[in-house]
């Protein structure tokens, strides 16, 4: 089992920035994926980013150019870094992260991020 501990959110003015951290408990080395989701008022959660393992990454198509996924190894660590923010980017913000292999998958706490106009 993995514990996942987000950090960094908070409140912005649009057009600002926010790093957002996501922590493993203990050392991962099988193959995974983690990512980022948002989960909005009234909208279903949605994956915002991912970062596989072997280094491959994903957006989607809002946040593409203006988010970073990026890890740390040494930390099992991976941070989002949240450029030109928009207030639409406004929600909560998961990790996960998920082993293939076995099919497992778990879920963060979450991180509010607001993003004022």
């Known amino acids: 089992q993995v514990q996942l501990v987000e950090s960094g959110g908070g409140l912005v003015q649009a057009g600002g920035s ?8 203990r050392r991962i080395f099988s193959t995974y994926i983690m990512g980022w989701y948002q989960l909005a008022p009234g909208k279903q959660r949605e994956l915002v980013a991912t970062m596989s393992s072997g280094g ?5 198509d809002s946040v593409k150019g203006r988010f970073t996924i990026s890890r740390d190894n040494a ?11 928009k ?16 099919n497992r998958g778990y879920w963060g ?9």
């Open 109 to 117: 706490q979450g991180t509010q991020v607001t993003v004022s106009s």
């Open 18 to 25: 926010l790093r957002l951290s996501c922590a493993a408990s």
């Open 56 to 60: 491959s990454t994903n957006y989607a």
């Open 87 to 102: 207030p639409e980017d406004t929600a909560v913000y998961y990790c996960k992260i998920f082993f293939p292999l076995t």
């Open 75 to 85: 930390k099992d660590t991976v941070y989002l870094q949240m450029n030109s923010l």
